[in-house]
């Protein structure tokens, strides 16, 4: 991105799961550097009701416990011998303690009000939420689709779109091809970066599972370059 600024050119940011998460709009501004890289920041601690693994419920006593122990804001209801945290005092608590500014801009997926609250202030504290545990190709197919169609948006229409995704189902990517030649209609040059497979391990098991990766990659590369996309595979530090 800094190259890029560097050197002329607008720079803009799509992030995504299932959907765009979150977007921010390509610009020429010296500040466009430091707001992409506080987005990758906030892009490690998802908030996010559909791509955590916290509900309503359990997020207000995840919150709760923070409020006691950090703010000495005791929301638990009046029952003895009973650690639980009333979600709605959670709520009332979090809005008398206020968000920053940043914080109350954000849009952020919740059940309801009071549980976006809620993750905003999660968002505005650092405080982790479990992630979903999942591999979805169709869904990362969504993801990639919604992501190349606001590249392609008109009046904000990107000249190259760099895609890092380790989405490597080739019949998943088989789907997007009518996306991919959109893209090419419209001048639109692709990069794909493929970040290394899996964790690393010596044993057998991991050999054979990095092997069948390495090669389902290799595929999804020679199907990707032959619909002009071009392609990198980062290795593994």
């Avoid at 610009?27 to 559909?50: C, F, N, S």
């Avoid at 190259?160 to 789907?175: C, F, I, P, S």
């Avoid at 497979?197 to 595929?219: F, I, K, N, T």
């Amino acid at each position: 991105a800094e190259a890029a600024l560097r050197a002329g050119d607008e720079v803009g940011l799509c992030l995504f799961d299932a959907r765009v998460v979150r977007r921010l709009p390509a610009t020429g501004a010296r500040a466009a550097a430091a707001a992409v890289l506080d987005a990758l920041l906030d892009a490690y601690h998802p908030v996010d009701r559909d791509v955590t693994d916290a509900s309503a419920d359990e997020l207000a006593q995840i919150v709760g416990r923070y409020l006691l122990l950090h703010e000495r804001i005791d929301t638990r209801v009046a029952v003895p011998g009973v650690s639980f945290h009333d979600r709605y005092a959670v709520a009332e608590a979090v809005t008398r303690l206020g968000l920053s500014p940043a914080a109350a801009r954000r849009d952020v997926l919740g059940e309801d009000p009071e549980d976006a609250l809620l993750r905003r202030f999660c968002l505005d504290r650092g405080i982790e939420l479990p992630v979903q545990e999942r591999y979805a190709a169709h869904s990362r197919a969504l993801g990639i689709r919604a992501a190349c169609e606001a590249a392609a948006e008109p009046g904000a229409r990107a000249h190259e779109l760099h895609l890092l995704t380790d989405l490597d189902d080739l019949e998943a990517w088989a789907d997007l091809a009518p996306d991919l030649v959109r893209l090419a209609a419209r001048r639109i040059r692709m990069h794909c970066i493929l970040p290394p497979p899996g964790p690393r391990g010596d044993d057998a098991l991991h050999r054979v599972e990095a092997l069948v990766r390495r090669r389902r990659r290799q595929r999804l590369a020679r199907w990707l370059r032959r619909h002009g996309v071009r392609v990198t595979h980062v290795a593994r530090a």
